[in-house]
């Protein structure tokens, strides 16, 4: 296991390659400028914003093509944008952020392209991780493309801190709102052909960030036309929803999806300056911890297996390790959302189970939302994305232009 990490330390030096920018550190305590900044370079110029920054959010200010590579196939035009957002922590403005645009071939129907808002699931928090730089992994690109092919534009940010200066607060859900809400106003607000309505959809970390971008809409951008939500294998940690959690994962089975874990603990060392991550993590588990600086999520998931680690071979049962204040940043404004809402759930989902998945149904049910529920026989966490589509596509296209959705509150599928 390696003894020195390379972090991204420097908040002052400017990106002007693609090398990372770091600094040989020694795993243990981090300072406060450290935690701000872990992740921090392997990207290009195009994430550092020069000059005076526009106070005004959800503003377009830089776009340049993505590569092939970058891209997501059958897309007629893919472009890398950088815009103006609000910092989902501390609740200042403006920051910058990271996304992209891909619009399907031919031309555009009157009153542009109907547009989807993509939320990406977990890719980890360094910024060479972000999806406009690595491009998106092949059953997100196929997924992407079938939406591309049903005539569909995509927007989709790379979220706080992702490409972009300072650390990514991984799964916390207002900086992602935020971030999706102001790549949508950009977008619109600029002079590509999309529709002022939108459809939002994500899967995993994503799925969370779509259904919170519904509940702060209302509030933080109430000039959008948001008509509906899709969200597969969401995560929701209710207290009953952390026992299903905890249940599927043995704490002495081998699991690669410690990785979480890892990235959990670096959105704790940045809310909250007491917070000591060293102090919960077995001294031989720390410097693959603090890995998640440097590697994305898939690699340190493969060091994991790798490694064969399990839960008690990596945190300090003595001390055992509360992550209450991380559900705090992690939950949703309101599950009384203004528009309907769908959600597919695979039976056979260990990262973010049924059992979990079912309290959001029945939460947003009782607060009134308008749910359409699905489940699928022997699909995972991962397959469920792509083969939900048969009912998610149909369900976005009536939401977008209005047509009654059928909603199954009253017989919740389990």
Same mark, same amino acid.
Request: hydrophobic share 40%.
């Given at each position: 296991?390696?003894?020195? %990490?390379?972090?991204?330390?420097?908040?002052?030096?400017?990106?002007?390659s693609?090398?990372?920018?770091?600094?040989?550190?020694?795993?243990g305590?981090l300072?406060?400028?450290?935690?701000?900044?872990v992740?921090? =370079?392997?990207?290009s110029?195009?994430?550092?914003?020069?000059?005076?920054?526009?106070?005004?959010?959800?503003?377009?200010?830089?776009?340049?093509?993505? /590569?092939?590579?970058?891209?997501?196939?059958?897309?007629?035009? /893919?472009?890398?944008?950088?815009?103006? !957002?609000?910092?989902?922590i501390?609740?200042?403005?403006?920051?910058? #952020?990271?996304?992209?645009?891909?619009?399907?071939p031919?031309?555009?129907?009157?009153? =542009?392209?109907?547009?989807l808002?993509?939320?990406?699931?977990?890719?980890?928090?360094?910024?060479?991780?972000?999806?406009?730089?690595?491009?998106?992994?092949?059953?997100?690109?196929?997924?992407?493309?079938?939406?591309?092919?049903?005539?569909?534009?995509? #927007?989709?940010s790379?979220?706080?801190?992702?490409?972009?200066?300072?650390?990514?607060?991984y799964?916390?859900?207002?900086?992602?709102?935020?971030?999706?809400?102001?790549?949508?106003?950009?977008?619109?607000?600029?002079?590509?052909?999309v529709?002022?309505?939108v459809?939002?959809?994500?899967? !995993?970390?994503?799925?969370?960030?779509?259904?919170?971008?519904?509940?702060y809409?209302?509030?933080?951008?109430?000039?959008?036309?948001?008509?509906g939500?899709v969200?597969?294998?969401?995560?929701?940690?209710?207290?009953e929803? #952390?026992?299903?959690?905890?249940?599927?994962?043995?704490?002495?089975? $081998?699991?690669?999806?410690?990785?979480?874990?890892?990235?959990?603990?670096?959105?704790?060392?940045?809310v909250?300056?007491?917070?000591?991550a060293?102090?919960?993590l077995?001294?031989?588990?720390?410097?693959?911890a603090?890995?998640?600086?440097?590697?994305?999520?898939?690699?340190?998931?493969?060091?994991?297996?790798?490694?064969?680690?399990?839960?008690?071979?990596?945190?300090?049962? !003595?001390?055992?390790?509360?992550?209450?204040?991380?559900?705090?940043?992690?939950?949703?404004?309101? %599950?009384?959302?203004?528009?309907?809402?769908?959600?597919?759930?695979?039976?056979?989902?260990?990262?973010?189970?049924?059992?979990?998945?079912?309290?959001?149904?029945?939460?947003a049910?009782?607060?009134?939302?308008? #749910?359409?529920?699905?489940?699928?026989?022997?699909?995972?966490?991962?397959?469920?994305?792509?083969?939900?589509?048969?009912?998610? $596509?149909?369900f976005?296209?009536?939401?977008?232009?209005?047509?009654?959705?059928p =909603?199954?509150?009253?017989?919740?599928?389990f």
């Amino acid at each position: 296991m390696p003894k020195i %990490l390379i972090i991204a330390l420097m908040l002052s030096v400017s990106l002007i390659s693609c090398a990372h920018q770091s600094v040989d550190l020694m795993p243990g305590t981090l300072s406060e400028k450290t935690r701000a900044v872990v992740g921090d =370079g392997g990207v290009s110029e195009f994430y550092t914003h020069r000059g005076t920054l526009p106070q005004n959010v959800g503003l377009l200010l830089n776009q340049e093509p993505l /590569s092939p590579h970058q891209s997501v196939p059958g897309a007629a035009v /893919s472009m890398r944008l950088l815009y103006t !957002s609000t910092d989902g922590i501390k609740e200042s403005a403006p920051i910058v #952020v990271s996304g992209a645009l891909f619009l399907p071939p031919g031309q555009a129907p009157d009153g =542009g392209w109907p547009l989807l808002l993509w939320s990406h699931g977990t890719v980890g928090i360094a910024d060479h991780c972000a999806p406009t730089w690595t491009g998106y992994v092949p059953f997100h690109q196929t997924h992407l493309a079938h939406w591309l092919e049903q005539g569909f534009a995509i #927007v989709a940010s790379d979220y706080q801190g992702l490409g972009t200066r300072g650390i990514h607060p991984y799964m916390a859900t207002q900086p992602e709102a935020y971030s999706n809400l102001d790549i949508i106003r950009a977008v619109q607000g600029s002079d590509f052909p999309v529709s002022k309505k939108v459809v939002l959809a994500g899967q !995993s970390q994503g799925a969370g960030a779509a259904i919170a971008t519904a509940g702060y809409w209302p509030a933080y951008a109430p000039e959008l036309d948001i008509r509906g939500v899709v969200a597969t294998g969401v995560p929701y940690f209710s207290p009953e929803a #952390v026992r299903a959690l905890r249940h599927a994962r043995p704490r002495d089975a $081998v699991d690669p999806k410690l990785g979480y874990n890892f990235l959990v603990l670096s959105l704790l060392e940045y809310v909250d300056p007491t917070f000591d991550a060293a102090q919960h993590l077995k001294p031989n588990a720390l410097p693959l911890a603090r890995e998640v600086a440097s590697e994305c999520n898939r690699d340190i998931r493969k060091k994991i297996s790798q490694l064969g680690l399990t839960y008690n071979d990596v945190f300090e049962t !003595s001390r055992e390790m509360s992550i209450e204040a991380a559900y705090a940043y992690m939950g949703f404004p309101t %599950l009384t959302l203004a528009a309907p809402l769908f959600i597919g759930t695979g039976l056979a989902d260990v990262d973010t189970p049924p059992r979990m998945q079912f309290q959001l149904m029945k939460a947003a049910c009782s607060a009134g939302t308008h #749910v359409s529920a699905h489940t699928y026989r022997s699909l995972d966490h991962l397959s469920v994305l792509n083969h939900s589509l048969k009912d998610s $596509v149909p369900f976005a296209k009536n939401a977008f232009d209005g047509n009654a959705l059928p =909603g199954n509150c009253t017989a919740l599928p389990f």
